[in-house]
């Protein structure tokens, strides 16, 4: 582990760089990586040509990448399952209070799925498993509170609107509220289980498992009873779905803590107040919300303006545009921990190669993967439902958005592992803000249209404020135009 650390400047600031294997990457969508939770201790060498970066990185992290692929299509299957097992109306309410559920989550863990990623990793190297359980312990506290209030709070929206129609106004939709505990414990368990190394209870039981139990469960309800499915009904199933995985990951978590009981037995050891906590956290906490609540809250602007039969079918779209972030998100996982040791070795011209050439790569995927939905894209929602036929137009304007923003590379990990975090956190909140104003604005004007373009602008603006921002504080392009004028000054000299 490397002890220096340096200082680096930019336009928004100046922030001191942490240890490699403590760094962290936090992506438009949540976090990406950090340099533990690989199950291969081989390092990533990064001289020579460019086989000699890639192939380690995905040799590392190829369980990794099983997951995460394994995961997407969990998801996608979720979500198929579910359209066809609901009427329209209550698939729309599934998926928007869902979304509604992991923003108040999110709240509720206060960024202390965050915290942990930096804190404990040093300490599992020199096995101090009692410091570590200190940690885990103050940390699940605020957690517990944190996401008590915000369940409290997500309660008076539902009393305020109740009987006013819509998602929040059936007093039967608050089950979903159930939820806002059992996701934030499990998701601080995978980042526990991440910072001691365990790619398993990093990925598995929230990525793949959650979801494909709920699928099968509300399968056999569906089955048992032949009516559609009511969104009450899987909400508790879910709910009933976490507690399980998570009294499960316990064991996993003791295993892996050479049998020291995490999240239990240190509780009351902890003396630092929440109000010193809340104040080391608040700048995870501001990006990880940020960070949700501009991924998700489309679906739920569009649910409560617009109503839950459109917000349904935006849900089918956003989810499948979403699809093609994987080749560019996949390769954040094991890029993050190697951007970080070239900054500290102060080798930019590698750094642009591997992230330029990523994004030359995953741009042309996504290419192609936009004309293919251009030429069948109302196949593939079909596989929701023939009336989702309808969102075609929708998924277009968002699956342009991903391509474009795909060109801009993985600005949020390189500004993290470059010792840009609050430049990264304040990009992040500005165009979120701004973002769901403007959404809320062309919503009540366009309807779902207005949300596609809203939700695509904003995220190319922001994938093109990171690039530019770390180009000018580090003349770093992250972007995938060094990777094409290399490939032309290449082509020209073959041709002459």
């Known amino acids: 582990m490397e002890s220096a650390v340096r200082r680096h400047g930019g ?22 990586s950090t340099s533990v939770g690989m199950t291969d201790d081989e390092p990533i060498r990064a001289s020579g040509g460019p086989g000699t970066i890639f192939s380690p990185i995905f040799r590392q992290s190829w369980l990794a990448l099983v997951y995460r692929c394994s995961g997407a299509v969990v998801t996608f299957l979720f979500g ?51 410091a570590i359980g200190s940690i885990v312990a103050k940390r699940v506290r605020v957690i517990c509170l944190g996401s008590i209030a915000a369940t409290v709070t997500a309660l008076l929206v539902f009393v305020a609107a109740h009987g006013r129609g819509g ?54 309800l569906f089955a048992t009873y032949g009516h559609p499915v009511k969104a009450a009904d899987v909400f508790v199933i879910a709910t009933g779905v976490l507690v399980l995985l998570i009294a499960i990951q316990q064991v996993h978590l003791r295993h892996l803590a050479e049998g020291h009981r995490l999240f239990t037995m240190v509780v009351r050891r902890s003396k630092d107040s929440i ?14 919300i940020a960070s949700i609540l501009f991924a998700t809250i489309d679906v739920v602007v569009v649910s409560v303006m617009v109503g839950p039969e459109s917000g349904g079918y935006y849900y089918a779209a956003n989810r499948i545009s979403l699809l093609l972030d994987f080749f560019l998100s996949t390769f954040a996982i094991p890029a993050a921990p190697l951007i970080a040791r070239l900054f500290d070795e102060d080798r930019r011209t590698e750094i642009i190669r591997v992230t330029s050439g990523a994004a030359l790569a995953a741009f042309i995927a996504v290419l192609g993967c936009v004309v293919a939905l251009a030429l069948a894209g109302d196949i ?37 592992m470059t010792g840009h975090q609050r430049a990264a956190m304040y990009i992040m909140v500005i165009t979120s803000v701004l973002g769901i104003v403007a959404m809320v604005g062309a919503t009540w004007t366009f309807g779902i249209w207005g949300t596609a373009v809203v939700a695509a602008s904003v995220g190319v603006a922001t994938r ?4 530019a921002h770390i180009h000018a504080a580090e003349r770093i392009d992250l972007t995938a135009t060094t990777m094409l004028r290399t490939i032309a000054r290449r082509a020209t000299r073959m041709g002459t």
């Open 11 to 32: 336009p928004l600031g100046k922030e001191m760089v942490t240890p490699a294997a403590e760094r962290m990457a936090i992506t438009g969508r949540g976090v990406a």
């Open 380 to 416: 593939v929602l079909m596989a929701f439902g023939e009336a989702f036929v309808r969102a075609h137009g929708v998924l277009m304007v968002l699956a342009v958005g991903q391509l474009a923003s795909t060109y801009f590379g993985v600005g949020s990990i390189a500004l993290n």
């Open 167 to 220: 998602i929040f106004g059936r007093w039967e939709y608050s089950t979903s509220l159930l939820l806002v505990l059992p996701l934030a414990l499990i998701e601080m368990q995978s980042s526990v289980g991440r910072a001691l190394g365990s790619v398993n209870l990093a990925l598995v039981p929230k990525d793949v498992l959650w979801r494909l139990l709920v699928i099968l469960l509300g399968g056999a």
């Open 80 to 130: 198929v399952s579910f359209a066809r097992m609901m009427s329209i109306e209550e698939y729309g309410v599934l998926m928007s209070l869902m979304t509604f559920g992991f923003i108040a989550a999110t709240v509720g863990l206060v960024g202390q799925q965050l915290h942990v990623l930096r804190e404990i990793p040093s300490l599992a190297a020199r096995k101090n498993y009692t």
């Open 464 to 467: 093109v404020w990171m690039a």
């Open 275 to 288: 109000a010193d906590v809340l104040s080391t956290s608040a700048p995870f906490w501001v990006t990880s």
